[in-house]
């Protein structure tokens, strides 16, 4: 095969696999024979396709590829199933029913069939892990391979993670539907939390060499504007997305010459990408259209519209951030929001106060190996000019942290701070830290 053909059909498979396996599962009521199917049909095109040609309409030749091998593979595995011989006669009548359900699917519910497959996916009966590589093999398109690699896994940890999840699924006899309006609120949180989990670890890696993953970030982007336009109603839904667009469009600034990171005070802003920003405007302006009171991921995005709306650091309202996170507070109470209300009010009413807040977590014990509470500290320390205390708790957030390019960051921070201390600070002027 040469490697445009196969070029080809992995960008025919990233686009049509998601559609595939949905329309599969609507049908066979089952994930993992969902898949088998589609990759069935995947193997198939990979035979063909170079010899014949790309069809017209790929999708609908995989589509019809997977359905014909379905036709002859579900009898064949009910027989395997059925234990009892008189149960033999109902065989006649199981393949008329699934040939007659081939014959009578259509397309027009292609997007009820994603929406289906994106709440089965991220189904809170499944692990977070497993529905974060389960929604990413079959809603991204991804290979094991390619999620392993992603979130720095041995490929066999995600290949067990994926095959357990779709066992789970059909083990709790998870639906292939759309949950009921009772059930809609917390199945949504679910799976609003597997893509903005994809994007955060595509934004910030929380391990590795590289101090972002864009693909990630793409990958998230992409699932969570096909969502926006299958649950057009749903404000948090285009939070998320306002959340997501404004936040990648920092991207091309985040990261120095020599793939160093830089923070956001330090971004130039004039790197930004105007378009996602805009496009982030109007995701969040969709989201106040449709009423109620904003939820976690809208008023996150408030919060990274804000920080857009402004030229520099120095223009940002910080005091707005500052009611922002609070009221992101009281929504969602997190010891990490209250670390982020703790820079907004440092710089929006001096260092000593966003300290203040940042010492009231030192006890929270889920914060116990979050490098940053102690680079928070760090930094308002050292905005209050206590240089040696500021750069011991960079070396702590250092020391914690996973990511090579952020410890480089931290160690550095550490150095320049000890460098400019003069002999006579002493570490004992920073008796609460701890």
Same mark, same amino acid.
């Given at each position: ?35 088998? /199917? ?8 990979? $035979? @063909? ?23 002859? /593979?579900?009898? +064949? ?25 081939? $014959?009578?699917? =259509? ?19 499944? #692990? ?6 389960? =929604? ?23 290949? @067990? ?23 809609? *609120?917390?199945?949504?949180? #679910? ?12 934004? %910030? ?22 969502? *926006? ?5 749903? &404000? ?16 091309? *600034? ?6 160093? &990171? ?26 106040? %259209? ?24 120095? $223009? =940002? ?35 000593? *106060? ?37 750069? !011991? $708790?960079? +070396? ?27 002999? %006579?600070?002493?570490?004992? @002027? !920073?008796?609460?830290?701890?």
């Amino acid at each position: 095969m040469t490697s445009e053909a196969h070029a080809a059909i992995e960008a025919v498979w990233r686009i049509e696999s998601a559609r595939l396996i949905a329309g599969l599962a609507r049908i066979v009521r089952d994930v993992g024979i969902a898949e088998d /199917l589609a990759q069935d049909a995947l193997v198939a095109a990979l $035979e @063909q396709w170079p010899e014949t040609g790309i069809p017209r309409n790929p999708g609908a030749w995989l589509m019809g590829t997977a359905k014909h091998r379905a036709v002859d /593979l579900l009898p +064949r595995r009910t027989v395997l199933d059925r234990k009892h011989e008189e149960l033999g006669r109902e065989l006649a009548i199981t393949q008329a029913v699934t040939v007659a359900a081939f $014959e009578t699917a =259509t397309d027009d519910d292609v997007g009820d069939d994603l929406l289906r497959l994106m709440f089965t996916a991220c189904h809170p009966v499944l #692990s977070r892990d497993a529905r974060v590589g389960l =929604t990413l093999r079959l809603l991204g398109g991804l290979t094991t391979d390619e999620i392993a690699r992603a979130f720095l896994v041995p490929e066999p940890t995600i290949a @067990q993670r994926i095959v357990r999840a779709k066992r789970t699924l059909t083990e709790a006899h998870v639906p292939f539907e759309l949950p009921d309006a009772d059930a809609l *609120a917390p199945r949504l949180a #679910s799976v609003l939390e597997v893509v903005y989990l994809i994007f955060n670890e595509g934004y %910030s890696a929380t391990a590795g060499d590289d101090w972002m993953r864009p693909g990630l970030c793409d990958e998230a982007l992409r699932l969570g504007r096909m969502l *926006a336009e299958l649950a057009p109603a749903e &404000p948090e839904v285009h939070g998320l997305v306002a959340l997501m667009e404004i936040q990648a469009s920092r991207s091309p *600034a985040r990261v120095g010459k020599d793939g160093e &990171p830089v923070l956001l005070l330090d971004q130039d802003r004039r790197r930004w990408d105007q378009l996602l920003v805009r496009r982030g405007f109007a995701a969040l302006e969709r989201a106040e %259209s449709l009423g109620g009171a904003f939820g976690p991921y809208a008023l996150q995005a408030a919060i990274a519209a804000c920080h857009a709306r402004a030229g520099s650091a120095d $223009e =940002t309202d910080w005091a707005r951030l500052a009611a922002l996170y609070d009221a992101l507070g009281q929504v969602g109470p997190s010891p990490i929001v209250e670390l982020n209300h703790a820079v907004a009010v440092g710089m929006a009413f001096g260092p000593a *106060a966003g300290l203040e807040v940042a010492d009231g977590l030192l006890a929270d014990p889920s914060l116990k190996g979050y490098h940053l509470l102690p680079a928070v500290r760090g930094d308002l320390l050292a905005k209050l000019g206590r240089d040696v205390d500021a750069a !011991g $708790e960079f +070396r702590r957030a250092a020391d914690l942290t996973r990511n090579a390019r952020e410890r480089t960051l931290l160690l550095e921070r550490a150095t320049r701070l000890e460098d400019l201390a003069p002999p %006579s600070d002493d570490v004992g @002027q !920073g008796g609460d830290i701890g």
